[in-house]
């Protein structure tokens, strides 16, 4: 009996123990597993060149939100967070960290802007781009971003909102641009406008206006003979039309024959008795001269540097006493000089000449009209 009880004592102790091994070990054995999980893909984010405590930051979901990166201002976390948990609210909430970074440090959300778009092209960040370079002065980004926008065709509305935002940005460059006097760089920028939507024909206008306003009126009526007939431009188009025709129907007091050299046109003249054949060039400032041949002139400045398409010229500021050219005479004209070597032309006439008069360049002629302002 007693033999009998001892046994069934020793059968509930094994299967206590039994028991009691298991409920430890098997957690143990999780945990291990789990460690070991966490070790081998600690190691491989080592070898790729990952902080393991930021990756440690973005899967540990309890401690390292979303939101939580934002705070911490760790935007590109965020941005790695935000691939490996994809969800409109997450995308929400980079977009509106954004629009308020914008507010206070915009160079900063450009650039967090720039890095969200190029690792999420569906958000709608562009838009906000777009207002943050505008708010900034910087029209040119803005206008590249808007024609991105633009070509990303979603709707017909979008797409009517984006051309009269382009058109409203654009008219802010021009004028900022006549303001500086940057006349070149506006012709390029209309030139270039024109060449992305030739159907607009409100660059083509701007760009005939300016060309008026510079004198360049053959210019200007190649591009009003093809606005003439347009709904919105054909009145003003006409009225410019009409006071060209009037101009040109003016008895000028000067009329001088040109020369055609391959695309230019150029004017014989002489200066102080010597002969010079000078190629009309109103984007010039000045007159300019081939120093060895205007050799003979008087000097009155020798340190004077012109600015080129290629480099730097050192010239020198001359006067020239008497100027001849058809039946007009001119006395004490400065002149530049500095190397200039082109087959059969001696130099340019610059806007130190043209200002001076009200002119008009007849191609089809090839006579410079001449009335003193």
């Not at 102790?13 to 054995?29: E, H, K, N, V």
């Not at 999980?37 to 979303?66: M, R, W």
């Not at 382009?166 to 070149?184: G, M, P, Q, Y």
């Not at 001119?330 to 130190?352: C, H, Q, W, Y």
Request: aromatic share 10%; proline share 2%.
């Amino acid at each position: 009996m007693i033999k009998t009880i001892l046994l069934f004592l020793l059968v509930l102790f094994l299967a206590w123990f039994t028991l009691d091994y298991f409920s430890i070990a098997l957690p143990f054995q999780e945990i291990t597993k789990v460690k070991s999980k966490h070790q081998v893909t600690t190691k491989a984010q080592e070898a790729s060149g990952i902080d393991v405590n930021i990756s440690k930051a973005i899967h540990t979901e309890t401690i390292y939100t979303l939101s939580k990166l934002l705070e911490q201002n760790r935007f590109y976390n965020a941005i790695t967070y935000y691939l490996e948990n994809i969800t409109t609210d997450n995308l929400g909430k980079i977009e509106r960290y954004l629009t308020s970074l914008a507010n206070t440090n915009p160079a900063k959300a450009l650039e967090y802007m720039q890095a969200l778009l190029d690792s999420v092209p569906e958000s709608k960040i562009l838009k906000l781009m777009i207002k943050t370079y505008i708010t900034q002065g910087d029209l040119v980004k803005a206008i590249e971003l808007i024609i991105q926008d633009k070509e990303d065709y979603t709707s017909d509305k979008e797409d009517k909102r984006l051309a009269t935002q382009l058109r409203e940005v654009s008219t802010k460059h021009i004028d900022s641009l006549l303001e500086r006097n940057e006349f070149a760089q506006l012709i390029t920028f209309l030139e270039e406008m024109i060449a992305y939507d030739s159907a607009d024909n409100f660059y083509k206008f701007r760009l005939a206006q300016l060309y008026m306003n510079l004198d360049k009126v053959s210019e200007a009526r190649t591009i009003l003979d093809e606005l003439q007939y347009d709904e919105v431009y054909e009145q003003n188009v006409k009225s410019i039309l009409n006071v060209i025709e009037k101009e040109k129907d003016e008895q000028y007091k000067y009329a001088i024959p040109l020369q055609r050299h391959g695309e230019h046109y150029v004017v014989n003249m002489l200066l102080d008795g010597s002969f010079f054949t000078l190629m009309l060039d109103t984007g010039a400032t000045y007159i300019l001269l081939d120093e060895e041949k205007a050799s003979m002139l008087e000097v009155l400045r020798d340190d004077l540097v012109l600015q080129t398409v290629g480099n730097d010229v050192n010239a020198r500021l001359a006067n020239v006493k008497e100027m001849q050219m058809g039946n007009l005479t001119l006395s004490n004209i400065e002149v530049t000089t500095a190397p200039f070597k082109r087959n059969g032309i001696d130099g340019l006439l610059g806007m130190n000449f043209f200002r001076q008069f009200s002119f008009l360049i007849n191609q089809e002629q090839g006579v410079l009209y001449l009335n003193p302002k």
